[in-house]
Protein backbone atom coordinates (compact mmCIF):
# COMPACT_ATOMS: atom_id res chain seq x y z
CA UNK A 1 0.00 0.00 0.00
CA UNK A 2 2.90 2.70 -0.47
CA UNK A 3 1.01 4.37 -2.80
CA UNK A 4 -2.05 5.33 -1.08
CA UNK A 5 -0.94 8.37 0.89
CA UNK A 6 2.67 10.13 0.66
CA UNK A 7 2.37 10.90 4.03
CA UNK A 8 1.73 10.10 8.17
CA UNK A 9 -1.16 11.27 8.92
CA UNK A 10 -2.79 12.25 12.98
CA UNK A 11 -5.84 13.08 12.22
CA UNK A 12 -8.42 12.31 9.23
CA UNK A 13 -12.02 14.12 8.97
CA UNK A 14 -12.29 13.93 5.32
CA UNK A 15 -11.31 10.64 3.19
CA UNK A 16 -11.13 11.64 -0.24
CA UNK A 17 -10.86 8.12 -2.47
CA UNK A 18 -9.77 7.94 -6.16
CA UNK A 19 -11.62 4.43 -7.22
CA UNK A 20 -9.54 2.27 -9.71
CA UNK A 21 -10.32 1.52 -13.53
CA UNK A 22 -9.11 -0.44 -15.99
CA UNK A 23 -6.46 1.54 -17.49
CA UNK A 24 -6.60 1.00 -21.48
CA UNK A 25 -6.89 4.42 -22.95
CA UNK A 26 -3.63 5.48 -22.53
CA UNK A 27 -4.05 7.76 -20.08
CA UNK A 28 -1.54 6.56 -17.50
CA UNK A 29 -1.48 6.62 -13.83
CA UNK A 30 -2.49 10.48 -14.07
CA UNK A 31 -2.81 12.40 -10.56
CA UNK A 32 -6.26 12.61 -8.91
CA UNK A 33 -6.07 16.64 -9.37
CA UNK A 34 -9.69 17.43 -8.96
CA UNK A 35 -9.50 15.51 -5.47
CA UNK A 36 -6.27 17.27 -4.58
CA UNK A 37 -8.43 20.58 -5.82
CA UNK A 38 -11.05 19.51 -3.21
CA UNK A 39 -8.80 18.70 -0.54
CA UNK A 40 -7.02 22.03 -0.82
CA UNK A 41 -10.47 24.00 -0.62
CA UNK A 42 -11.73 21.76 2.08
CA UNK A 43 -8.38 22.23 4.23
CA UNK A 44 -9.47 26.45 4.01
CA UNK A 45 -12.40 24.85 6.18
CA UNK A 46 -9.79 23.46 8.66
CA UNK A 47 -10.32 19.88 7.67
CA UNK A 48 -8.29 17.19 7.97
CA UNK A 49 -7.98 15.50 4.47
CA UNK A 50 -6.14 12.60 3.37
CA UNK A 51 -6.80 11.65 -0.12
CA UNK A 52 -6.11 7.81 -1.13
CA UNK A 53 -5.56 6.63 -4.81
CA UNK A 54 -6.77 3.15 -5.13
CA UNK A 55 -6.05 3.96 -9.32
CA UNK A 56 -2.32 3.68 -8.79
CA UNK A 57 -2.79 0.37 -6.70
CA UNK A 58 -4.27 -1.54 -9.73
CA UNK A 59 -1.92 -0.72 -12.52
CA UNK A 60 -3.95 -3.19 -15.12
CA UNK A 61 -5.64 -3.31 -18.35
CA UNK A 62 -7.92 -5.45 -17.05
CA UNK A 63 -11.43 -3.95 -14.97
CA UNK A 64 -9.87 -4.36 -11.20
CA UNK A 65 -11.61 -7.85 -9.40
CA UNK A 66 -14.05 -6.08 -6.63
CA UNK A 67 -13.28 -8.41 -3.98
CA UNK A 68 -9.32 -7.25 -4.63
CA UNK A 69 -11.01 -3.58 -4.39
CA UNK A 70 -12.91 -4.36 -1.46
CA UNK A 71 -9.46 -5.84 0.53
CA UNK A 72 -6.97 -2.68 -0.12
CA UNK A 73 -10.03 -0.74 0.75
CA UNK A 74 -10.35 -2.30 3.98
CA UNK A 75 -6.50 -1.79 4.66
CA UNK A 76 -7.11 1.32 4.24
CA UNK A 77 -9.43 2.12 7.00
CA UNK A 78 -7.28 -0.30 9.30
CA UNK A 79 -4.35 2.25 8.64
CA UNK A 80 -6.37 5.53 9.65
CA UNK A 81 -5.47 6.74 13.08
CA UNK A 82 -9.34 7.62 13.78
CA UNK A 83 -12.43 6.79 11.52
CA UNK A 84 -13.04 9.60 9.26
CA UNK A 85 -16.33 11.92 9.76
CA UNK A 86 -16.81 12.60 6.05
CA UNK A 87 -15.98 10.19 2.98
CA UNK A 88 -15.94 11.23 -0.90
CA UNK A 89 -14.92 9.22 -4.00
CA UNK A 90 -14.60 10.29 -7.17
CA UNK A 91 -13.97 10.78 -10.35
CA UNK A 92 -17.33 8.60 -11.09
CA UNK A 93 -17.07 7.31 -14.57
CA UNK A 94 -18.58 4.95 -16.32
CA UNK A 95 -15.53 2.73 -16.16
CA UNK A 96 -15.15 2.94 -12.60
CA UNK A 97 -18.83 2.07 -11.19
CA UNK A 98 -18.05 -1.38 -10.00
CA UNK A 99 -15.03 -0.73 -8.44
CA UNK A 100 -16.56 2.45 -6.68
CA UNK A 101 -19.53 -0.12 -5.31
CA UNK A 102 -17.01 -2.11 -3.97
CA UNK A 103 -15.53 0.91 -1.94
CA UNK A 104 -18.91 2.52 -1.03
CA UNK A 105 -19.80 -1.37 0.80
CA UNK A 106 -16.25 -1.19 2.55
CA UNK A 107 -16.99 2.42 3.71
CA UNK A 108 -20.01 1.40 5.44
CA UNK A 109 -18.76 -1.63 7.20
CA UNK A 110 -15.92 0.21 8.48
CA UNK A 111 -17.26 4.03 9.52
CA UNK A 112 -20.74 5.87 10.06
CA UNK A 113 -19.53 8.70 8.37
CA UNK A 114 -21.72 10.32 5.21
CA UNK A 115 -20.14 9.24 1.95
CA UNK A 116 -20.42 11.61 -0.94
CA UNK A 117 -19.19 11.02 -5.16
CA UNK A 118 -19.01 13.28 -7.56
CA UNK A 119 -17.23 13.08 -11.17
CA UNK A 120 -17.88 13.82 -14.53
CA UNK A 121 -21.10 11.04 -14.54
CA UNK A 122 -22.75 12.61 -11.67
CA UNK A 123 -24.39 15.54 -13.93
CA UNK A 124 -25.47 12.97 -16.39
CA UNK A 125 -29.60 12.52 -16.46
CA UNK A 126 -30.21 9.11 -14.73
CA UNK A 127 -27.57 9.28 -12.17
CA UNK A 128 -29.61 10.48 -9.44
CA UNK A 129 -30.96 6.25 -9.54
CA UNK A 130 -27.30 4.97 -9.59
CA UNK A 131 -26.23 6.74 -6.33
CA UNK A 132 -29.07 6.12 -4.89
CA UNK A 133 -29.59 2.36 -5.49
CA UNK A 134 -26.77 0.82 -6.93
CA UNK A 135 -23.88 3.17 -5.42
CA UNK A 136 -26.12 3.38 -2.05
CA UNK A 137 -24.15 6.83 -1.38
CA UNK A 138 -25.83 9.54 0.92
CA UNK A 139 -25.44 12.52 -2.19
CA UNK A 140 -23.93 13.34 -5.20
CA UNK A 141 -22.05 16.68 -6.91
CA UNK A 142 -23.00 17.63 -10.02
CA UNK A 143 -20.30 19.74 -11.44
CA UNK A 144 -17.78 21.57 -9.50
CA UNK A 145 -17.09 19.59 -6.52
CA UNK A 146 -14.70 22.24 -4.44
CA UNK A 147 -17.79 24.70 -3.26
CA UNK A 148 -20.41 22.22 -2.95
CA UNK A 149 -18.00 19.75 -0.60
CA UNK A 150 -16.70 22.52 1.70
CA UNK A 151 -20.40 23.65 2.35
CA UNK A 152 -21.09 19.93 2.96
CA UNK A 153 -17.84 19.69 5.79
CA UNK A 154 -19.08 22.92 7.04
CA UNK A 155 -23.20 21.61 7.48
CA UNK A 156 -21.96 18.51 8.88
CA UNK A 157 -19.20 20.30 11.43
CA UNK A 158 -22.06 22.46 12.80
CA UNK A 159 -24.79 19.55 12.50
CA UNK A 160 -27.08 20.93 9.96
CA UNK A 161 -28.90 19.29 6.82
CA UNK A 162 -26.85 19.19 3.74
CA UNK A 163 -30.40 20.26 1.73
CA UNK A 164 -30.07 23.35 -0.10
CA UNK A 165 -25.84 22.61 -1.40
CA UNK A 166 -25.53 23.84 -4.62
CA UNK A 167 -25.01 20.96 -7.15
CA UNK A 168 -25.78 18.75 -4.61
CA UNK A 169 -28.23 15.59 -5.59
CA UNK A 170 -29.98 13.79 -1.93
CA UNK A 171 -31.48 10.43 -2.03
CA UNK A 172 -34.62 12.06 -0.37
CA UNK A 173 -35.51 14.22 -3.47
CA UNK A 174 -35.91 13.01 -7.01
CA UNK A 175 -34.94 16.26 -8.72
CA UNK A 176 -32.13 16.20 -10.52
CA UNK A 177 -29.65 19.13 -9.20
CA UNK A 178 -28.40 21.86 -11.32
CA UNK A 179 -25.00 21.24 -11.56
CA UNK A 180 -22.56 23.56 -10.38
CA UNK A 181 -20.26 25.55 -11.82
CA UNK A 182 -17.39 28.08 -9.92
CA UNK A 183 -17.97 31.40 -11.66
CA UNK A 184 -14.07 32.64 -10.88
CA UNK A 185 -11.34 30.03 -10.84
CA UNK A 186 -9.39 31.96 -9.34
CA UNK A 187 -10.73 31.23 -6.25
CA UNK A 188 -9.99 27.96 -6.13
CA UNK A 189 -6.66 27.20 -3.65
CA UNK A 190 -3.83 25.70 -5.41
CA UNK A 191 -4.76 22.24 -5.10
CA UNK A 192 -3.16 19.91 -2.28
CA UNK A 193 -0.21 18.26 -4.00
CA UNK A 194 1.84 17.29 -1.59
CA UNK A 195 -1.47 14.17 -0.34
CA UNK A 196 -0.16 12.95 -3.60
CA UNK A 197 2.64 10.41 -4.07
CA UNK A 198 5.67 10.42 -6.16
CA UNK A 199 5.03 7.62 -8.28
CA UNK A 200 2.82 8.47 -10.84
CA UNK A 201 3.87 8.04 -14.41
CA UNK A 202 2.01 9.19 -17.78
CA UNK A 203 0.98 7.19 -20.31
CA UNK A 204 4.08 6.29 -22.43
CA UNK A 205 2.91 8.44 -25.34
CA UNK A 206 2.76 10.98 -22.48
CA UNK A 207 6.34 10.68 -20.97
CA UNK A 208 8.68 13.53 -21.28
CA UNK A 209 11.94 12.21 -20.05
CA UNK A 210 11.98 13.65 -16.56
CA UNK A 211 12.04 12.22 -13.50
CA UNK A 212 8.67 13.77 -11.47
CA UNK A 213 5.38 14.84 -13.46
CA UNK A 214 1.76 15.77 -12.16
CA UNK A 215 -1.13 16.99 -14.68
CA UNK A 216 -2.84 20.15 -14.16
CA UNK A 217 -6.15 21.83 -15.47
CA UNK A 218 -6.15 25.53 -16.15
CA UNK A 219 -9.28 25.71 -17.21
CA UNK A 220 -12.67 24.36 -17.66
CA UNK A 221 -15.84 23.49 -20.00
CA UNK A 222 -15.87 23.14 -23.90
CA UNK A 223 -18.13 24.99 -26.12
CA UNK A 224 -17.91 21.94 -28.94
CA UNK A 225 -20.45 19.22 -29.85
CA UNK A 226 -18.68 16.24 -30.77
CA UNK A 227 -21.20 12.92 -30.89
CA UNK A 228 -18.77 10.69 -28.69
CA UNK A 229 -17.93 13.26 -25.73
CA UNK A 230 -19.15 13.88 -22.42
CA UNK A 231 -16.74 16.59 -21.71
CA UNK A 232 -19.59 19.42 -22.31
CA UNK A 233 -21.90 17.60 -19.34
CA UNK A 234 -19.03 17.20 -17.11
CA UNK A 235 -17.40 20.49 -17.07
CA UNK A 236 -20.23 22.61 -19.11
CA UNK A 237 -20.52 24.33 -22.20
CA UNK A 238 -18.78 27.84 -21.22
CA UNK A 239 -15.24 27.98 -21.00
CA UNK A 240 -13.66 29.24 -17.44
CA UNK A 241 -10.03 30.02 -17.22
CA UNK A 242 -7.34 30.82 -14.74
CA UNK A 243 -6.08 34.28 -14.80
CA UNK A 244 -1.93 34.90 -15.73
CA UNK A 245 -1.22 35.43 -12.15
CA UNK A 246 -2.93 32.59 -11.27
CA UNK A 247 -1.50 30.04 -13.78
CA UNK A 248 1.59 31.91 -12.36
CA UNK A 249 0.69 31.19 -8.95
CA UNK A 250 -0.02 26.75 -9.47
CA UNK A 251 3.09 26.89 -12.09
CA UNK A 252 5.35 28.10 -9.11
CA UNK A 253 3.57 25.80 -6.61
CA UNK A 254 4.56 22.82 -9.24
CA UNK A 255 8.39 23.74 -8.99
CA UNK A 256 8.49 24.23 -4.94
CA UNK A 257 7.00 20.84 -5.14
CA UNK A 258 10.09 19.71 -7.74
CA UNK A 259 8.01 19.04 -10.71
CA UNK A 260 10.11 18.82 -13.96
CA UNK A 261 6.93 18.12 -16.30
CA UNK A 262 3.73 18.58 -16.64
CA UNK A 263 0.65 17.82 -18.95
CA UNK A 264 -1.86 19.72 -19.19
CA UNK A 265 -5.25 18.34 -19.97
CA UNK A 266 -7.47 21.15 -20.58
CA UNK A 267 -9.86 20.31 -23.10
CA UNK A 268 -10.19 23.72 -24.21
CA UNK A 269 -7.41 25.86 -22.76
CA UNK A 270 -6.81 27.85 -25.91
CA UNK A 271 -9.34 27.72 -29.08
CA UNK A 272 -9.40 29.19 -32.05
CA UNK A 273 -10.54 32.51 -31.78
CA UNK A 274 -9.69 36.12 -32.25
CA UNK A 275 -7.81 36.72 -28.67
CA UNK A 276 -5.76 32.91 -28.88
CA UNK A 277 -2.44 34.39 -29.54
CA UNK A 278 -2.76 37.07 -26.45
CA UNK A 279 -4.42 33.87 -24.14
CA UNK A 280 -0.92 32.03 -25.26
CA UNK A 281 1.37 35.14 -24.59
CA UNK A 282 -0.53 34.94 -21.42
CA UNK A 283 0.04 31.84 -20.78
CA UNK A 284 3.47 31.29 -21.73
CA UNK A 285 4.45 34.96 -19.76
CA UNK A 286 2.64 33.41 -16.45
CA UNK A 287 5.61 30.92 -17.12
CA UNK A 288 8.13 32.99 -17.08
CA UNK A 289 6.94 34.69 -14.19
CA UNK A 290 6.76 31.64 -11.98
CA UNK A 291 10.32 30.75 -12.07
CA UNK A 292 9.44 27.06 -13.45
CA UNK A 293 11.75 26.05 -16.15
CA UNK A 294 10.57 22.17 -16.65
CA UNK A 295 8.70 20.98 -19.72
CA UNK A 296 5.17 20.52 -20.87
CA UNK A 297 2.62 18.94 -22.98
CA UNK A 298 -0.39 20.73 -24.17
CA UNK A 299 -3.98 19.58 -25.73
CA UNK A 300 -4.84 21.25 -28.67
CA UNK A 301 -7.38 21.39 -31.10
CA UNK A 302 -5.65 21.02 -34.79
CA UNK A 303 -8.04 24.01 -35.78
CA UNK A 304 -6.67 26.07 -32.94
CA UNK A 305 -2.82 24.67 -33.94
CA UNK A 306 -3.91 26.39 -37.33
CA UNK A 307 -5.09 29.68 -36.24
CA UNK A 308 -2.04 30.42 -34.12
CA UNK A 309 0.46 32.47 -35.30
CA UNK A 310 4.42 31.54 -35.47
CA UNK A 311 5.50 33.66 -32.92
CA UNK A 312 2.75 32.06 -30.43
CA UNK A 313 4.07 28.78 -31.23
CA UNK A 314 7.54 30.34 -30.91
CA UNK A 315 6.71 30.96 -27.86
CA UNK A 316 5.11 27.79 -26.95
CA UNK A 317 8.79 25.95 -27.58
CA UNK A 318 10.49 28.55 -25.11
CA UNK A 319 8.56 28.47 -22.60
CA UNK A 320 8.82 24.68 -22.26
CA UNK A 321 5.95 22.78 -24.23
CA UNK A 322 7.53 19.44 -25.55
CA UNK A 323 4.68 18.17 -27.22
CA UNK A 324 1.42 18.63 -28.61
CA UNK A 325 -1.44 16.59 -28.49
CA UNK A 326 -4.11 16.58 -30.93
CA UNK A 327 -7.54 14.85 -31.20
CA UNK A 328 -7.65 13.80 -34.56
CA UNK A 329 -9.92 10.51 -34.67
CA UNK A 330 -10.51 9.51 -38.01
CA UNK A 331 -8.79 9.54 -41.17
CA UNK A 332 -12.29 10.26 -43.71
CA UNK A 333 -14.31 13.38 -43.06
CA UNK A 334 -17.72 12.30 -43.74
CA UNK A 335 -16.85 9.91 -40.58
CA UNK A 336 -15.93 12.95 -38.54
CA UNK A 337 -19.05 15.21 -39.99
CA UNK A 338 -21.38 12.10 -38.36
CA UNK A 339 -19.08 12.70 -35.27
CA UNK A 340 -19.67 16.46 -34.87
CA UNK A 341 -15.86 16.60 -35.03
CA UNK A 342 -15.21 19.60 -36.50
CA UNK A 343 -12.51 18.63 -38.36
CA UNK A 344 -10.86 17.63 -41.62
CA UNK A 345 -8.53 15.57 -42.76
CA UNK A 346 -6.49 17.79 -44.14
CA UNK A 347 -6.97 20.08 -41.39
CA UNK A 348 -4.69 17.49 -38.67
CA UNK A 349 -2.24 16.98 -41.45
CA UNK A 350 -1.95 20.17 -41.61
CA UNK A 351 -1.96 21.14 -37.83
CA UNK A 352 0.50 17.90 -37.28
CA UNK A 353 3.15 19.63 -39.91
CA UNK A 354 2.86 22.90 -38.65
CA UNK A 355 3.52 21.29 -34.74
CA UNK A 356 6.66 19.09 -35.76
CA UNK A 357 7.80 22.81 -37.98
CA UNK A 358 7.89 24.12 -34.75
CA UNK A 359 10.51 22.04 -32.99
CA UNK A 360 7.42 20.18 -31.09
CA UNK A 361 6.68 16.81 -31.35
CA UNK A 362 3.19 15.75 -32.23
CA UNK A 363 0.73 13.41 -31.17
CA UNK A 364 -2.98 12.26 -31.79
CA UNK A 365 -5.64 10.12 -30.99
CA UNK A 366 -7.84 8.36 -33.00
CA UNK A 367 -11.10 6.21 -32.70
CA UNK A 368 -11.50 2.85 -34.32
CA UNK A 369 -15.46 2.88 -35.01
CA UNK A 370 -18.41 4.00 -35.30
CA UNK A 371 -21.85 5.17 -36.90
CA UNK A 372 -22.06 3.10 -40.85
CA UNK A 373 -18.36 1.97 -40.82
CA UNK A 374 -17.16 -0.85 -41.97
CA UNK A 375 -13.50 -2.76 -41.07
CA UNK A 376 -12.12 -1.10 -44.49
CA UNK A 377 -12.65 2.34 -42.58
CA UNK A 378 -10.77 0.80 -39.30
CA UNK A 379 -7.79 0.03 -41.68
CA UNK A 380 -8.33 3.36 -43.70
CA UNK A 381 -8.10 5.35 -40.18
CA UNK A 382 -4.74 3.52 -38.93
CA UNK A 383 -3.54 4.29 -42.65
CA UNK A 384 -4.46 7.70 -42.06
CA UNK A 385 -2.62 8.02 -38.92
CA UNK A 386 0.56 6.27 -40.08
CA UNK A 387 1.25 9.02 -43.25
CA UNK A 388 0.98 11.88 -40.70
CA UNK A 389 4.37 13.49 -39.16
CA UNK A 390 3.05 12.04 -35.69
CA UNK A 391 6.13 10.72 -32.95
CA UNK A 392 3.36 9.08 -31.37
CA UNK A 393 -0.44 8.06 -31.75
CA UNK A 394 -3.04 6.79 -30.09
CA UNK A 395 -5.62 4.36 -30.77
CA UNK A 396 -9.10 3.40 -29.09
CA UNK A 397 -12.33 1.43 -29.77
CA UNK A 398 -15.58 4.25 -29.68
CA UNK A 399 -17.00 3.94 -26.57
CA UNK A 400 -20.51 5.15 -25.65
CA UNK A 401 -20.62 7.25 -23.39
CA UNK A 402 -24.32 7.79 -21.28
CA UNK A 403 -26.11 11.18 -21.73
CA UNK A 404 -24.06 11.77 -25.03
CA UNK A 405 -25.50 12.41 -28.47
CA UNK A 406 -24.03 9.65 -29.50
CA UNK A 407 -25.88 7.29 -26.84
CA UNK A 408 -28.95 8.94 -27.65
CA UNK A 409 -28.62 7.96 -31.65
CA UNK A 410 -27.90 4.13 -30.26
CA UNK A 411 -29.63 4.31 -27.20
CA UNK A 412 -32.63 5.94 -28.17
CA UNK A 413 -35.20 3.77 -25.83
CA UNK A 414 -32.82 3.44 -22.91
CA UNK A 415 -33.56 5.06 -19.28
CA UNK A 416 -31.76 2.25 -17.49
CA UNK A 417 -28.19 3.13 -18.62
CA UNK A 418 -26.60 1.27 -15.37
CA UNK A 419 -27.80 -1.70 -16.68
CA UNK A 420 -25.17 -1.46 -19.97
CA UNK A 421 -22.41 -0.52 -18.14
CA UNK A 422 -22.48 -3.67 -15.92
CA UNK A 423 -22.90 -6.01 -19.08
CA UNK A 424 -19.74 -7.50 -18.76
CA UNK A 425 -20.28 -8.13 -22.75
CA UNK A 426 -21.42 -4.66 -23.43
CA UNK A 427 -18.91 -2.72 -21.24
CA UNK A 428 -16.00 -5.48 -20.44
CA UNK A 429 -14.04 -2.72 -19.28
CA UNK A 430 -16.79 -0.36 -17.84
CA UNK A 431 -17.41 1.46 -20.69
CA UNK A 432 -19.89 0.39 -23.18
CA UNK A 433 -18.52 -0.11 -26.25
CA UNK A 434 -19.50 0.67 -30.03
CA UNK A 435 -19.83 -2.78 -32.02
CA UNK A 436 -22.21 -3.28 -35.25
CA UNK A 437 -23.46 -6.02 -36.87
CA UNK A 438 -20.75 -5.81 -40.01
CA UNK A 439 -17.99 -4.51 -37.48
CA UNK A 440 -17.75 -7.00 -34.59
CA UNK A 441 -15.84 -6.06 -31.09
CA UNK A 442 -13.25 -8.74 -32.34
CA UNK A 443 -12.90 -6.81 -35.50
CA UNK A 444 -12.13 -3.73 -33.73
CA UNK A 445 -9.85 -5.31 -31.25
CA UNK A 446 -7.80 -6.72 -34.22
CA UNK A 447 -7.61 -3.40 -35.59
CA UNK A 448 -6.21 -1.70 -32.45
CA UNK A 449 -3.70 -4.57 -32.62
CA UNK A 450 -2.55 -3.68 -35.99
CA UNK A 451 -2.72 -0.35 -35.84
CA UNK A 452 -0.13 -0.38 -32.69
CA UNK A 453 2.36 -2.38 -34.58
CA UNK A 454 1.94 -0.50 -37.86
CA UNK A 455 2.57 3.11 -36.64
CA UNK A 456 5.26 2.26 -33.98
CA UNK A 457 7.91 1.15 -36.90
CA UNK A 458 11.33 1.15 -36.56
CA UNK A 459 11.78 3.67 -39.28
CA UNK A 460 9.47 6.04 -36.94
CA UNK A 461 11.19 5.39 -33.86
CA UNK A 462 14.36 6.34 -35.39
CA UNK A 463 13.20 9.19 -37.09
CA UNK A 464 11.37 10.55 -33.21
CA UNK A 465 14.80 9.87 -31.92
CA UNK A 466 17.15 11.86 -34.57
CA UNK A 467 15.16 15.13 -34.46
CA UNK A 468 14.92 14.99 -30.06
CA UNK A 469 17.03 15.95 -27.44
CA UNK A 470 19.51 13.57 -26.31
CA UNK A 471 18.55 13.40 -22.90
CA UNK A 472 14.66 12.34 -24.19
CA UNK A 473 16.24 9.65 -26.74
CA UNK A 474 16.04 6.52 -24.10
CA UNK A 475 12.42 7.65 -22.55
CA UNK A 476 11.43 7.92 -27.00
CA UNK A 477 12.98 4.14 -27.26
CA UNK A 478 11.57 2.94 -23.86
CA UNK A 479 8.29 4.26 -25.35
CA UNK A 480 7.66 2.68 -28.43
CA UNK A 481 8.81 -0.42 -27.17
CA UNK A 482 5.99 -0.46 -24.37
CA UNK A 483 3.52 1.39 -26.85
CA UNK A 484 4.03 -1.44 -29.94
CA UNK A 485 3.74 -4.22 -27.49
CA UNK A 486 2.20 -4.18 -24.33
CA UNK A 487 -0.20 -1.17 -25.66
CA UNK A 488 -1.11 -3.40 -28.70
CA UNK A 489 -1.65 -6.70 -27.22
CA UNK A 490 -3.83 -5.22 -24.13
CA UNK A 491 -7.03 -4.82 -26.27
CA UNK A 492 -7.01 -8.18 -27.92
CA UNK A 493 -8.75 -9.83 -24.95
CA UNK A 494 -12.17 -8.12 -25.91
CA UNK A 495 -14.63 -10.87 -25.38
CA UNK A 496 -17.60 -11.59 -28.01
CA UNK A 497 -20.70 -9.52 -26.84
CA UNK A 498 -24.20 -9.60 -28.58
CA UNK A 499 -24.90 -6.68 -30.94
CA UNK A 500 -26.53 -3.76 -29.17
CA UNK A 501 -30.10 -2.79 -30.84
CA UNK A 502 -30.26 0.63 -32.48
Same mark, same amino acid.
Given at each position: ??????????????L??????????GS????P?G???I?????????????????????????PN????????E?????L?????????G????A????????V?? !?R?A???? =???G?P???????H?V??????????V !???????????W??????E?????D??????????P? @??????????????????????????? %?T???????S?F??????????????????G? %????F??????????S???L????I?????CL???SR????????????I?V???R??????? %????????????L?????????Q????I????K?????M??????????A?????????????????????????????????F??????????????????????????????????S?????????????L??? @???? =?????????????????????????????????Q????????????????????????????
Open positions: MENLSCRAVREVDVLINPPYAQRYGIVPMLAYAAWLRQNKAHVMITDLAAEFQTHDLTADVANVTKVFQSPNPPCLVGIPIVTNLRPAHAIEI !CQCSAP =IFVGLCPVPGFAATKYLNVDGY !CGDGERPMGAIQRFAARTFIGVGLGLPSSTDHV @AFREPNLDVLPIPARDLLGDHYQMSAR %RVGLTKATALSRGCPYSCSFCSAPISSR %RIRRSRERIAREIECGSGYESVFYDDFVADLDRKVEDFTSAASGWGSYQLEL %RCDAVLAMSEISSRLRESGCRINMGEKGHAQLDLRKRLTPETAAACSRVRSAGIRAAGTFILGGIDEVPDDLHSTVEACELDLDFAQFNPLAVYPGTLLFQQLYPETENWLLCLDSALAPFGDIWRS @ADVP =IEEIARALHFAYESFYSDSRLERAVERSPLDEHMIRESYWRLRNSRALSWTGLATAEVPTC
